[in-house]
């Protein structure tokens, strides 16, 4: 048995040894920068049929849900600040 689990070890050992070499890097534009496109896709994404093309109105929900959250939080530190009673319902803070 333990002859067996050496063999499957020392195979598995072999194969992720080796596909660790599999890429020889002839292909980098500087030294680090060895991505490539698949075949069949174009080298700038912008203008293709892969250009994701995002709304300006969906992206903006992010940053309008982050100042909000900032404003619900500055509210609750300085409702901390004055009672010392850390209140996480910003609805039941009462100014």
């Known amino acids: 048995m333990k002859k067996l689990l050496f063999i499957g070890t020392a195979a598995a050992a072999l194969v ?7 890429y020889d890097g002839t292909k980098c534009k500087a030294p680090g920068n060895c ?11 912008a203008g293709s049929k892969y250009d ?3 709304d300006p109105a969906e992206l903006a929900k992010q940053g309008a849900s982050e100042r909000a959250m900032e404003a619900r939080n500055a509210k609750r530190t300085a409702h901390f600040v004055k009672t ?12």
Do not use: L, N
């Open 16 to 22: 992720a040894a080796t596909s660790a070499f599999a």
């Open 52 to 54: 994701p093309k995002h």
């Open 35 to 45: 991505w490539e496109p698949k075949p069949g896709f174009p080298e700038k994404v």
């Open 84 to 95: 010392g009673e850390w209140v996480y319902d910003v609805d039941e803070i009462s100014e």
